[in-house]
């Protein structure tokens, strides 16, 4: 049996998480960890399996967005230090404290609360980052004085162990660098003030994928490595000096459900938008917004057939797509490539990105739990993971 139905299915070649993760490893000092983000979902990539392998290939800690991302890694097993970088609410602490997660944290209040929850628990200590905000606006402690009032309260709350501080870039990918030294000049500041007030530094940590490209040396104790893991560049000023090299690691693809050729003139898809001259070959691929794929390609986007590009024409519909294909030899069951390469052509998520009107970041973490992920390791299927139905299949073909 298939271990899915419907023909699309993302593709996840987790050789290239690990080219990524060693080309990050060959690029910051020796000293500097390397901690993989592998919030919403491992950026649509699959959290569990790109953690993994991250950690197989030389990342020694993971980090999300929110606790039960991290609930969801200690279930699969992982047992990695994972860090939540975002506001946890105060009695969830012990769900952190049962899994051994650490938190993040930048309030006094929130400290004395959570310390207090897990004496009365008799749950096990935790460990806490704090946050310092040193110009993103966005999550942390601010000045100096907040900041040792923060480490003042950690220290006297025994169920709390502080063992990390880190700042966040607004602005590391722009080739303008005023903002993000002044970000780096304030969090210099503020660790200058934790050891003059006679604190032994925990952790430390500050750049995110574009820091640690453009300044290695900023490095400290690890990098918390998002967008470059899975093979993208957190900018196009940054992809186009190439300091890393990276690969892309993730593909859409799917196959022709109906191919017909217009008689004669043919109106495609909701609104009538496009109007298929007599003679063209009109496919309908079956992906739509619902997936994850966005509505704004309509009319706009391309996918690859037979090494061609093709255009999408019509509106896309929440479940199925319209494209104009070059040659009349496509048939029901042809591999379409909606997102990746497909001989010498690709249609990467940077060029979808732009045609959408947003960053690469936000094209897979659209795709969603109705599509299936195929995961590939040394040139083969290894696993393929259906979120909708949750069933695994280990190594089984998927007639790709
Ligand atoms: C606090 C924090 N650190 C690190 C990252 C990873 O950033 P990037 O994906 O740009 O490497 C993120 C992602 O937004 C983040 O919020």
Known sequence: MKPFC??????????????????????????????????????GH????????????????????????????????????VLVLGYTPVDSVETASRLGIEL??????????????????GAKPIGIHIKTDTGMGRLGVRTAEELLHVVRALEQSPFLDWTGIFTHFACADEEDTTHVRRQHQQFQELLAALRE???????VHCCNTAAAIVFPEWGYDTIRLG????????????????????????SLKTRISHVKTAAE???????????AKPGETIATLPIG????????????????????????????????????????????????VLYGRLGTEEISLDEVAELVGTINYEIPCMLNY????????DGKVSEVFHPLTMTHAPAQSVNN
């Open 6 to 43: 419907r023909d699309t299915w993302v593709e996840v070649d987790l050789d290239a998480i690990s080219a990524n993760v060693a080309s990050f490893r060959r690029h910051i000092p020796e000293t500097t960890g390397i901690m993989a983000v592998v919030k919403a979902d491992g950026y």
């Open 46 to 81: 699959g959290a569990v399996h790109v953690g993994q392998e991250a950690l197989r290939s030389g990342a020694d800690s993971l980090a999300v967005a929110m606790l039960d991302e991290a609930v969801v890694l200690r279930e699969a097993g992982i047992t990695a230090p």
């Open 104 to 121: 993040t944290a930048y309030h006094a209040d929130w400290i004395i609360q959570a310390n207090e929850r897990i004496e009365q628990a």
């Open 197 to 203: 007030a006679g604190k032994t530094l925990p952790r």
């Open 227 to 250: 967008i470059g893991l899975y093979g993208l560049y957190p900018s196009p000023f940054l992809k186009q000096r190439a300091q890393v090299k990276l690969v892309p690691a993730l």
């Open 265 to 275: 003139a043919m109106t495609v898809s909701y609104g009538a938008t496009y109007t």
């Open 289 to 336: 917004y619902a997936d994850g794929f966005s509505r704004s390609l309509s009319n706009r986007g391309f996918v690859l057939h037979e090494g061609r590009r093709s255009p999408i024409v019509g509106r896309v519909c929440m479940d199925q797509i319209m494209v104009r294909l070059n040659g009349a030899s496509a048939k029901v069951g042809d591999e379409v």
């Open 370 to 377: 109705r599509l299936p992920r195929v995961y590939r390791k």
